[in-house]
């Protein structure tokens, strides 16, 4: 049959569509894919294909392409007929140009994208945009329509689906797995998602272990283990595979179809009765499959099957043949438009997964907050009190679950660290999300608890950026060093959300929320490989439209923070606080206060009131703040008539000059606070860090930061601050260097404070422990 | 019986000790753990435990200890008996008591530590010293003999387990593996350790997956699910896993040593047949088994069972029971030396697993590193011959391979990016590493090559760093955005480095050599997801007696650079280099003098030699390099009379001053290169690094620093320039505000650039393609 006499068959309604016209719907979006790789013009073929239609950059990964428009097909076809609400993860997406036609097939992108029209016009522009400058990239971006897994970094399709259907009852998260991605870390360990779903209460993820058998160069793992290995390993995770294998299309359409028929009837029964095994498809088709059939199978069919087009009319012809071997006149009008024997192979409306308002984050709604004013901290006096902030965020944090339970849109997530950080207060109110067996030793766990937790830091980011994606709220509480384990996820969030804003038709997401605690100052026990503050610094290279960063120096400071960032949309917030007995500074309105000025002088603290300052004591988190405070107290006792400014940040991008970050202060207002005088600066992290934001102040020259230099044990808290040089000695020290009339007295002072850290030192020695009048020091003037 | 009258049995020789004796060991190592945890004094028990006996700060974990000492006395039994040299990797770090316990019973912790006598006064000293300050860390770092693996972050034991074990034919590798660990990314890929490691070629990873039932307050997955769907699980990874399981001691030591007994015969076998599947061990047993019964058994055993001793004397008496529990008159003579029931269960001499000289570095050999003269590229003039760096050093690279090879003591390892990244010359001369079925399509496949590739930066860098932490030599070749996966790693790994070189007994270890490449400026295809340059930030914040970053400008740079990084020890070298062809500027004599230098004025394209600077254009990495070359000859076009001075940067820590890094450069040579002038500095990562490393250097007020901003998309390579405003249009300019003579002609020349960046702008977006003469320019003056 020639392309030019086939008719469309349309002989069944759209709820159950024959397989020859998903074979079509199939055809037509594996020739839309290689034309976005390909082509620059003659989208239909309406003429012989000439070297000027080809690009002159063929850039593209075909290899997957075919698996993905095969599954598109067939979900289509089961999500019509069942009026499912479903969304598609595509872990390969590289795969891109496969979704991309999808979306335009069932009309999704063109909604989004109106210059995108489904005729010949459109599907030039759509192929011509194509990994083109300016244009579209290769990957599952925020452009696309349905997406919300961009998948050019691999590992976190399962998690991020996982994410998408924790809450999410009903809906369908189909996600392609591909068998490169599989040997990852990240998705070895998202395999355990049955583990934490529930199948009434959350959606249902459908994962599609794609086999294509090869990467970039190398065959899979998966692909060439024994098929009952395989389907143990699996199983072992909790799921039930179904196998659909082959490389002739009829055969593969049946069994795929079948396959399809099975799991959603096994979806919806473990959705009435809570039980069963959560089913998922093995695929094993060929990789680049209907493409040349010299690559056809192999990794050679990876990226751009046929390369250097232009320079061979051979291989000009032979592009011509591949795409022609779909035959586009059945499958497009002459006008460019999808023929009726496939317009319709789609769900329609909402339902399209290219058309889902969940993945465009419109269905969202703003969480209802709780005053925090009842669980403040008392603060008669600055540094009289003490309290362990996260405890006191926990207290509230058990409000804000109760205020939002039967929302059903906040989820708490953590490492194993939930109460080992000291949020244990929510646990009143809700579990810990489990659903395998208990045992009476056991406690707080719960099949669909408001916290989840597991040891794994990337199922804790995956999951929650899914959640987030699909218009849900939530928090990830961890150990400060750990968070590195995340620093990729991180990345790639970041620029997800700076790229979807660009999108008018994506809602801003609310905000990914970190809270990192049991930081570098306090591991007693620990030690060193449990020391690094350096993901401030990582999340702070990041666009800064998404980057923020906050360092609150007390328990009420903490509350107004979490506020803040519980409230926000389309942000990376990350909030650095402590979990052990601290002093507490500010009342709740000075803390909210401080909050929205970001920084700012603490003049209870200050003795410069009545002239000029000898120097600022600037600080930042809430060991430094602490020592910093001790510092004044010494110099106040060594020198009474120093005219010290003490200034406390806590929004650390305020730092930052505007032009650098929309939280930047003004120069002038920078030079009000922190004047044209010595600045010692007593900061949680890396003390190049603050060099990095403020290089280009005024008086940067007199900003002289201590900070956290990766000198690092297990030992007490005090002799944490005293190996990396932040100890209020030391500050002390620093800031006498820097008043010129402190004069000849300097070497008797220096001498001074050293016997005092001698002392120190003798002490811990034998004892173990802080100096009392170290450890009990608390600001008192 | 009371501990008084008990008698020591002796009734088997050590070969193969009775179960009695191998329990009075565990006892032993569990009572020195306790006694690590808890005591100050009285550590024979000798006299009534008094609370001043005890730690006032009581830190350690104890859940995991009985797990650790119980395998440790079955291995010693089964190495004894068959003379099998071993190593073990031990995951659940926090448990270092259980390890310290051990190396000081067979004697290996004396030997390396001679204050630790094995007596009254060495076991006090031992139990002393444990997590406190000044003493020795919960983990089981650098200062445990025996120790590769320090195991505070969590994920990585079985990867360097299998990393210690390629290439070491005969070698057991031991690796206990929590059921908390096990739920992380890293570790769960780590399970396809089987897949990559040659029965007869490799030593044999031992997993030992201890089910203890509890994370710090969860549950841990593995530990509940269904016995079968868990072997299921392992099978599908290329296990055979035999399961040990009780609370009873005497019938888990019967059912451990059948299982050992049967380990080391299947390993045996097939390390004699290369067939058979990989034995492993399930052990289940209580957390925290044989401490206080209130908690044995649950997660409320996982750090201190007892809290607060000191403050009630009922918890003295439960702790002085609990120690008592174990019989310690049995165990230890009134000198405090172990009675020769338990001194002599363990293999002895090197065998034992806390002297193992290959664990301390002491097995490695320099690499041959053949000449690289033969693979310089050919350099006539600077900028006029192209090649593809990282290609140039594949060349290399094959002949290092060659030379080595009967040395078995060099692997390359890349995430399935070998070939992509262009080393692919490697592949003459050996394979990629496979053990599974192949295919016709497959290509280079051995059971046994040198070229390690799996899908997983995570097990690529553990896999590596278990290889150099027993003193072979690697590389890992990776694209630069996603180095950013191993981040923590990366840490961890610097952090073990750095304390490891305060043993003596350690011999440094090849350094952790990375090939960055597929960087940020070249994502032609792939766009904003593959761009991050910020792994190098990362590194420069870890110590500077091992961190080391170079951006090497051309091939015969990048060769110098490759042999510094190949015969280095200790250090974590980072070497970021484009594949994509690019001007060649040094020949082979220029590039090393250069590589010695670390930075130097490239005078050929200098025009200040005869007078004072007006301006300095310095640059780091290759494309920036070639942009700032293509500005000076914009420059020179515009303003003929113009003194420029060129400085590259290829070292990039000496930037620093000499206090902040070894390789720092002093201030006055600094100032020699630099000049007091305007600097213009085209940077290849992120502009603040240059200005966290220069902060402090004369002259930085005047330093303009041009880099990435986080500004990708899929684009030509001279667009991501001017996205980032790194073009040489735009570095031109910027020297041209610098330059006051230039004085009014400025305005006209501002608008010259940009009408020529206005021109690229059209093209592109016309044809999809950079300019001709952008693309194509080269330096000839």
Same mark, same amino acid.
């Given at each position: 049959m020639s392309a030019a006499t086939a008719q469309p068959v349309i002989?069944? @309604? @759209? /709820?159950? /569509?024959p397989l020859e016209r998903l074979d079509a719907w199939w055809r037509a979006a594996n020739y839309l894919s290689v034309g976005q790789i390909y082509l620059l013009d003659n989208p239909l073929l309406a003429e012989p294909l000439l @070297? %000027?239609?080809?690009?002159?950059r063929l850039l593209g990964h075909w290899g997957t392409v075919p698996g993905i428009t095969l599954t598109y097909a067939h979900l289509n076809r089961v999500l019509a007929r069942e009026r499912i609400e479903a969304l598609l993860v595509c872990g390969p997406g590289h795969g891109a140009a496969a979704l991309n036609a999808a979306a335009w097939l069932e009309g999704g992108y063109t909604e989004h994208? @109106?210059?995108?029209? &489904?005729d010949a016009d459109g599907m030039r522009t759509l192929f011509r945009e194509f990994s083109f400058p300016g244009g579209v990239p290769?990957?599952?971006?925020?452009?696309?329509?349905?997406?919300?897994? %961009?998948?050019? %970094?691999?590992?976190y399709s399962l998690a991020h689906a996982t994410g998408a259907a924790f809450d999410n009852p009903g809906l369908l998260v189909a996600c392609v797995v591909g068998d490169g991605e599989a040997e990852t870390g990240p998705l070895a360990a998202s395999w355990q998602a049955p583990r934490f779903l529930?199948? &009434? %209460?959350d959606g249902a993820v459908l994962p599609v272990l794609h086999l294509n058998g090869y990467k970039i160069a190398n065959p899979t793992l998966l692909s060439r283990v024994d098929r009952d290995e395989l389907h143990g390993y699996l199983r072992g995770c909790g799921w039930e595979p179904v196998e659909v294998a082959g490389s002739e299309p009829r055969e593969v359409h049946e069994a795929y179809a079948a396959a399809l028929d099975h799991v959603t009837a096994a979806i919806a029964e473990r959705a009435r009765t809570g039980r069963g095994r959560a089913p998922m498809v093995v695929l094993r088709t060929p990789k680049g499959w209907t493409g040349p059939r010299e690559v056809e199978g192999s990794w050679r069919s990876h990226q751009v099957p046929i390369a250097d087009v232009r320079s061979d009319p051979r291989r000009v012809a032979a592009l011509q043949r591949w795409l022609a071997s779909y035959r586009p006149a059945e499958l497009f009008t002459a006008e460019g438009a999808p023929t009726a024997a496939i317009a319709d192979l789609h769900p329609g409306g909402d339902l399209r997964m290219s058309a889902n308002p969940r993945a465009h984050g419109q269905r969202q709604r703003d969480l209802r907050l709780p005053d925090t004013a009842g669980h403040a901290v008392e603060v008669s006096a600055p540094g009289h009190t003490t309290a362990e902030a996260t405890r006191v965020l926990g207290g509230w944090l058990r409000e804000v679950v109760s205020a939002n339970a039967e929302h059903r849109d906040l989820l708490l997530f953590a490492p194993d660290e939930h109460a080992s950080n000291r949020l244990g207060a929510v646990l009143e109110v809700t579990g810990r999300r489990w659903r395998l067996p208990t045992a009476p030793a056991d406690a707080d766990l719960a099949p669909d608890g408001r916290v989840v937790e597991v040891l794994s830091e990337h199922l804790c980011q995956g999951w929650l950026e899914g959640y987030l994606l699909t218009g849900r709220h939530g928090l990830l509480s961890t150990y400060e060093a750990f968070a590195h384990v995340v620093d990729s996820m991180v990345a790639q969030h970041a620029k997800w959300l700076h790229t979807a804003a660009d999108q008018p038709w994506r809602r801003p997401v609310p905000s990914l929320n970190y809270l990192l605690t049991s930081h570098v100052w306090r591991q007693d026990h620990n030690g060193a490989s449990h020391q690094d503050p350096g993901f401030v610094d990582h999340v702070l290279s990041k666009r800064p439209e998404v980057s923020r960063v906050y360092l609150p120096p007390d328990a009420n400071t903490l509350l107004a923070v979490a506020e803040r960032c519980l409230r926000s949309r389309g942000l990376v917030n990350v909030v650095v606080a402590g979990k052990q007995p601290a002093a507490q500074y500010l009342d709740a309105e000075a803390a909210r206060a401080h909050v929205e000025q970001g920084l700012g002088i603490w003049r209870w603290a200050s003795t410069d009131a009545g002239g000029a300052t000898d120097a600022v004591i600037a600080c930042a988190g809430d060991v430094p703040t602490q020592e910093a405070l001790a510092a004044v107290d010494v110099l106040l006792d060594l020198v009474p008539d120093l005219r010290l400014r003490v200034v406390n940040v806590v929004d650390l991008a305020r730092l930052f000059r505007p032009h650098r970050h929309p939280h930047g202060l003004p120069d002038r207002a920078y030079t009000e606070i922190f004047t044209d005088r010595p600045v010692v600066f007593a900061f949680h992290g890396y003390p190049w860090l603050v060099h990095q934001l403020t290089y280009d102040r005024p008086n940067h020259d007199q900003l002289h930061v201590h900070g956290f230099h990766d000198h690092g044990t297990t030992t007490t808290p005090f002799d944490m601050c005293v190996l990396n040089g932040i100890d209020r000695y030391r500050l002390a020290l620093a800031v006498l260097r820097q008043v010129p009339r402190v004069g000849d007295r300097l070497g008797h002072l220096r001498q001074d404070l050293l016997d005092r850290l001698a002392a120190h030192a003798a002490h811990i020695r034998r004892t173990g422990e802080d100096l009392p009048e170290i450890s009990g020091w608390r600001w008192n003037r």
């Open positions: 002989d069944h @309604p @759209p /709820a159950d /569509a @070297p %000027e239609h080809v690009k002159p994208h @109106p210059h995108l029209t &489904r290769s990957h599952a971006s925020p452009h696309l329509p349905g997406s919300i897994h %961009e998948g050019g %970094e691999l590992g529930h199948p &009434r %209460e």
